[in-house]
C-alpha cells in the first residue's frame, strides 16, 4: 500500500469513527425516547412564546432542567417533584436546557407560579412583584394604552401605583407576552413514576 493510500484510510476511520459515536449512536438512542405522559406537542401561541423566550435569552439566566434526588439540592429548593427526563424535551427542537442558574430553573415553573397577573407583572417589571430582583424587565412587551382605549379582549397586567402607569393609563400585555406567559404555563414536571431516576 502507498504512503498516501494509507493517510488516506487513517483519515478516513478517523472520520467514520468518530461520525458513528457522535452522530449516529446518538441520534438513533434519541429516536427511541418516548414522551413523557402528560406533555404534548406545543400550541401556536405556546410555540410562539418558546421563539420569543429563545430571542429574549431567558435561558442564559435560567435552566429547564431539575436534577435528580441525590444530585444537589433542586427538589429541596422546590424546583420540581422529580428530577427532569428526556421524554420531557421530546417536542422540543433546540432544547432549552440551558447552564446558568442567575435565576431558579424553570423546568417546573408552570406548577410553581401558575398566575397569569402574577407573571405579567413579572415580565413588565421584575420589581414589582419579586423586590430586589436583578431580572432584567420587559415592557417591549407590553403596551401602555388610556383604559378607555383598552378593548374587552385585552389582558390588562395588574400593578401597583408604584410602577402603574400616571393617569389613567394601564399596561395591556401583546400578544408576544401573553404567548410567552402559555409556555411558560407547559413547563410542569408531573410527579409521574417515582421508580426510577426522579
Ligand atoms: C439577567 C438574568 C435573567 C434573565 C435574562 C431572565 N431572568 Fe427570569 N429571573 C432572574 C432572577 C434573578 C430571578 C429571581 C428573582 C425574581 O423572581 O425576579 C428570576 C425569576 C424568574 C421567574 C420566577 C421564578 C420563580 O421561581 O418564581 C420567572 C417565571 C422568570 N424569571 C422568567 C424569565 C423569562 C421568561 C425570561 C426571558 C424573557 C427571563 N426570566 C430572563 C434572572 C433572569
Given at each position: 500500500?502507498?504512503r ?22 446518538p ?51 422546590g ?32 406548577s ?52 402603574a402607569?400616571?393617569g ?8 408576544e ?6 409556555y ?15
Open positions: 500500500m502507498t498516501a493510500a494509507l493517510i488516506f484510510l487513517g483519515a478516513f476511520a478517523a472520520v467514520a469513527m468518530s461520525f458513528t459515536a457522535l452522530a449516529l449512536l441520534s438513533l438512542q434519541l429516536s427511541t425516547i418516548e414522551p413523557t405522559p402528560g406533555t404534548s406537542d406545543y400550541t401556536y401561541s405556546e410555540q410562539l412564546g418558546r421563539e420569543v423566550y429563545i430571542r429574549e435569552g431567558c435561558m442564559y439566566c435560567h435552566s429547564q432542567q431539575v436534577r435528580p434526588e441525590g444530585f444537589g439540592a433542586d427538589q429541596a429548593r424546583w420540581g417533584p422529580r428530577g427532569s427526563r428526556p421524554g420531557d424535551y421530546v417536542y422540543d427542537e433546540t432544547h432549552q436546557l440551558g447552564t446558568m442558574r442567575t435565576g431558579p430553573d424553570l423546568h417546573d415553573i408552570g410553581r407560579q401558575p398566575s397569569r397577573d402574577w407573571q405579567l407583572a413579572h415580565l413588565y417589571q421584575p420589581r414589582s412583584v419579586s423586590p430586589g430582583s436583578v431580572m432584567p424587565a420587559y415592557p417591549y412587551l407590553f403596551e401602555v394604552k388610556r383604559e378607555s382605549n383598552v378593548r374587552p379582549s385585552e389582558v390588562t397586567v395588574p400593578l401597583s401605583s408604584e410602577y402607569p400616571p389613567d393609563s394601564v399596561v395591556v400585555a401583546t400578544q407576552a401573553l404567548a410567552l406567559y402559555d411558560l404555563m407547559t413547563l410542569t414536571l408531573d410527579p409521574i413514576d417515582q421508580n426510577s431516576d426522579g
